[in-house]
């Protein structure tokens, strides 16, 4: 894949409609009921085909047009969200926030604005700080987050265990949910070595009072092993992949 080909047509993607939104089904270790959805950016490439958010955040890094990217999507997921039937009026809504997102002066203002325009409830959007980036200044971005929840949104750490401000994170931030990363997910499966980390991981989350959300469950031992530890809710391939918002609507119509 040629990536100054993907930096150049990322610049006329958004022009041309190529960036589409995805929601990955989230549900609780204990029901089949969908509880909420992760909305995941897709690039439908005209050359390539189909390329999924790493690829895509990955060229939109290389090419400084990571905040107009992440802006659209945010954008584009509460439109979509926000025209749900009353059959998904329960359900959470996760849009994703880099650090460069939260470090823009007048960000808290605007993406209020963008919620409150959409008509998206603002007590149903979880908002998830990844960690593509690192938050250079911890305070002001606690600061923005406890004005954020103070407003009515709730906040996730998402990709929890792959970078090294992960527990400078989990002792600075205000946090509603603790996302466990997929790898770190698949591992409670792997030796006891392995189980040991997941199970700190989550108890030293479940302590802070937090929820906990793993991220890449592809089998029903992980599934299992992950309740027994006290995790609340899962995503994966092993219930749903991202799917389209009609989809999605057909399977909570389907129960």
Same mark, same amino acid.
């Given at each position: 894949m040629d990536a100054d080909r993907l930096e150049t047509d990322l610049r006329l993607a958004l022009d041309r409609g190529e960036i589409g939104i995805?929601?990955?089904?989230?549900?609780?270790?204990?029901?089949?009921?969908?509880?909420?959805v992760e909305a995941l950016a897709r690039w439908n490439h005209?050359?390539?085909?189909?390329?999924?958010?790493?690829?895509?955040?990955?060229?939109?890094e290389r090419s400084d047009y990571m905040l107009p990217l992440s802006a659209h999507i945010q954008a584009e997921a509460l439109r979509q969200a926000a025209a749900w039937p009353g059959a998904l009026s329960d359900l959470r809504l996760s849009i994703n926030v880099t650090a460069a997102d939260i470090a823009q002066p007048g960000f808290m203002p605007g993406l209020?604005?963008?919620? *409150?325009?959409? %008509?998206?409830? /603002?007590? +149903?959007?979880? &908002?998830?700080?990844t960690e593509s980036g690192l938050i250079e200044d911890v305070d002001a971005a606690a600061a923005l987050l406890t004005a954020l929840r103070t407003e009515g949104l709730a906040v996730a750490i998402d990709d929890f265990g792959t970078g090294y401000s992960s527990l400078a994170y989990l002792k600075s931030l205000p946090l509603d949910f603790l996302k466990i990363d997929s790898g770190l997910a698949q *591992?409670?499966? %792997?030796?006891? /070595?392995? +189980?040991?980390? &997941?199970?700190g991981v989550i108890h030293m989350a479940k302590s802070l009072g937090l929820k906990v959300i793993a991220e890449g469950v592809e089998t029903e031992e992980q599934l299992d092993l992950l309740a027994r530890e006290g995790c609340d809710y899962y995503q994966g391939f092993l219930r749903s992949a991202g799917v389209s918002s009609a989809d999605l609507i057909n399977l909570v119509l389907k129960g």
């Open positions: 995805v929601f990955q089904p989230q549900y609780p270790v204990d029901s089949d009921k969908i509880s909420g005209p050359h390539y085909g189909p390329l999924g958010a790493g690829i895509l955040f990955a060229t939109a209020l604005g963008l919620v *409150d325009r959409s %008509g998206f409830p /603002r007590s +149903r959007l979880t &908002v998830e700080i *591992d409670i499966a %792997g030796t006891a /070595r392995d +189980r040991i980390i &997941v199970r």
